[in-house]
């Protein structure tokens, strides 16, 4: 490590978010053709804990011609030491400057990391814009699911990985190198990386660009060595991805259309994979990952097959993502029962039917009653706040509900102690790809008026009540289905000092109101109601699942009618001819239980 920056650890908060050399950090090789830097916009401790970095990052290595290494925004402390010093940002790794890569990545999985995006370009000393960096600056690339809207970072970015990264990443590595020993320029690359299936290079590529899907998930790389976080991450525990997509069809969730069709790993491809990470990495947890895990359609068979090893070498199996209807106690009876947590999003029948949570309130105080029994004292309920079609009638709800799981806790808990509840709310952001990215998101006011009335009529029933603030929504929402005006906004907020946004601590809500006042661009022009027949920002990309389908269900909402989980009974939406392959496959393994 280079005297500069040891000198600046010694000054920084949590040093060993900087220093490198985690457990299990494999052999980089400097001189590979390709020079790749993996970049999470966020600190150390939520970047060592996502699972597509590691996923990502572990492909990359695997190629003989590449070397990948990462880097993370450093927390403002550090930040400013490198400023202060004039020393770029750097790898963890090997500590080189960002400016010494080939291409540069970002993971985006929260549109509050926008401005960090410039935060670490700025430190890394890498003009912003494409249109300003020259030939020897690094190419600069982004992939997540953010990316299916990539108008607000076009400016700033060269190149899009759009749906699942892995085979499309491999392919751009390929295509670099080669070109690369053919002495080809920036521009050759990004006109060849054009044609890989998932891949947007705008002003380059044929639109609409579609997105990347890996058939098979069997065949998908799971990451089962992995870095050990140097100190405590987010999450400190294993994590094996069982089933990638969502067949429930709920209305506002852009995840579940994104990541279309379902595909699972086989009960015998997780029991290797769970083995290899036990051995590997030391937790004395494995957490089975997906959008529902209690959707997987033989989870019992998979606990079966797991347990044994599990128990054998005392490691705890955790489901972090349950339903309300397909929620049984006993799946995690040999777990650690601190709390259950649900989301039934809304307090009413009625606008659950709106959103197709196809939850009904017998559903959920079963669960609850289920849990109590099995000697959970904790729950825990999501919901939110501004859905279409909402009154205060939905937003009462809430609270009739939690009186009702109460009566049922003092009837028929076993634990002996007081029942925890808590209740949490945040406020619906519209997002693309969704039968609800059309509607508006509701104004402040609305949102806390009714924060007020859950605070006043919880707080009578003795339940925690805590929410998420609007004005990070509002933001969310606006680049969520922003247009390439917001380039202009994003880079004004940034130079006034905003980074880390999605930190409630560190958002400065005054500053970004400056700078789309200044930028000349309304908020509310992201937060209104968009007309069905205009042209919206994120149709140059085509994610599978078509417009008249999406139509079709906003339609069907604003009748109150749902539409069926469609795992078993296909719902037409498009993905099975555009995706042939990886539907057929997902078919024949993911039958309705």
């Given at each position: 490590?280079?005297?500069?920056?040891?000198?600046?650890?010694?000054?920084?908060?949590?040093?060993?978010?900087?220093?490198?050399?985690?457990?299990?950090?494999?052999?980089?090789?400097?001189?590979?053709?390709?020079?790749?830097?993996?970049?999470?916009?966020?600190?150390?401790?939520v970047a060592m804990s996502n699972l597509g970095i590691r996923i990502l990052y572990d492909i990359l290595n695997a190629r003989a011609d590449t070397s990948c290494e990462n880097c993370f925004a450093p927390w403002p402390d550090m930040g400013a030491l490198l400023e202060a010093e004039n020393i770029p940002l750097f790898s963890l790794e090997t500590q080189r400057p960002m400016s010494a890569y080939g291409i540069v990545g970002f993971s985006l999985q929260y549109e509050m990391c926008y401005?960090?995006?410039?935060?670490?370009?700025?430190?890394?000393?890498?003009?912003?814009?494409?249109?300003?960096?020259?030939?020897?600056?690094p190419v600069i690339m982004a992939g997540g699911p953010c990316v299916v809207n990539p108008a607000p970072l076009e400016p700033f970015v060269d190149l899009f990985s759009v749906g699942d990264g892995e085979h499309a990443l491999d392919e751009i590595a390929a295509v670099y190198v080669a070109n690369k020993r053919a002495g080809g320029s920036k521009r050759d690359f990004l006109v060849a990386?054009?044609?890989?299936?998932?891949?947007?290079?705008?002003?380059?590529?044929?639109?609409?660009?579609?997105?990347?899907?890996?058939?098979?998930?069997?065949?998908?790389?799971?990451?089962?060595?992995?870095?050990?976080?140097?100190?405590?991450?987010?999450?400190?525990?294993?994590?094996?991805?069982i089933f990638r997509g969502c067949t429930r069809g709920c209305r506002f969730c852009q995840a579940g259309i994104i990541y279309r069709p379902v595909r699972e790993r086989t009960p015998q491809t997780i029991l290797r994979c769970a083995k290899e990470m036990i051995d590997n990495q030391g937790y004395d947890e494995i957490s089975l990952s997906s959008l529902s895990t209690c959707d997987y359609s033989d989870l019992r068979g998979l606990l079966t097959l797991l347990k044994p090893l599990c128990d054998e070498r005392h490691v705890a199996i955790s489901l972090p993502s349950t339903r309300v209807d397909s929620f049984e106690a006993d799946y995690v009876a040999d777990t650690r029962k601190s709390s259950i947590t649900f989301a039934p999003e809304a307090?009413?029948?009625r606008l659950r039917d709106v959103i197709n949570k196809n939850v009904t309130e017998e559903d959920i105080l079963r669960s609850c009653k289920y849990a109590f029994e099995k000697g959970y004292s904790s729950v825990k309920l999501y919901f939110m706040l501004g859905l279409p079609t909402e009154t205060m009638d939905d937003v009462a709800g809430i609270v009739d509900l939690t009186a009702k799981i109460k009566k049922i806790y003092k009837a028929v808990s076993t634990a002996g102690r007081a029942l925890a509840l808590g209740v949490?709310?945040?406020?619906?952001?519209?997002?693309?790809?969704?039968?609800?990215?059309?509607?508006?998101?509701f104004t402040p006011e609305e949102i806390a008026e009714r924060q007020t009335f859950l605070k006043e009529q919880l707080r009578a029933q003795r339940v925690k009540y805590s929410y998420h603030d609007i004005d990070t929504s509002q933001l969310e929402a606006a680049f969520a289905r922003g247009d390439r005006r917001l380039a202009d906004v994003l880079e004004c907020a940034y130079r006034a000092g905003c980074k880390f946004d999605g930190w409630t601590e560190l958002l400065d809500v005054d500053r970004w109101r400056a700078a789309f006042e200044s930028c000349g661009v309304a908020l509310s022009d992201y937060t209104r109601e968009f007309s069905e027949d205009e042209v919206l920002p994120w149709e140059v990309i085509d994610v599978g699942v078509s417009k008249a389908f999406l139509l079709s269900e906003r339609k069907r909402a604003r009748a109150g009618m749902t539409t069926g989980d469609c795992r078993g009974d296909c719902r037409q939406c498009g993905i099975a001819s555009a995706y042939p392959q990886a539907f057929a496959a997902a078919c024949a393994k993911t039958k309705k239980r």
């Open positions: 490590m280079r005297e500069e920056i040891k000198r600046l650890l010694l000054k920084a908060d949590k040093p060993a978010r900087y220093t490198g050399g985690e457990f299990n950090t494999p052999d980089i090789q400097e001189d590979a053709p390709l020079q790749y830097l993996l970049c999470f916009p966020d600190v150390y401790e401005s960090n995006i410039l935060y670490m370009l700025a430190l890394g000393q890498i003009p912003f814009r494409s249109a300003d960096r020259k030939e020897a600056d990386a054009a044609r890989i299936e998932g891949v947007y290079v705008p002003g380059i590529s044929a639109l609409p660009v579609k997105r990347a899907v890996i058939p098979s998930l069997d065949d998908a790389h799971c990451p089962t060595k992995g870095k050990i976080a140097n100190l405590e991450a987010v999450h400190n525990r294993s994590v094996i991805e307090g009413t029948q949490s709310t945040s406020t619906f952001v519209p997002k693309p790809f969704t039968p609800f990215q059309w509607e508006r998101q």
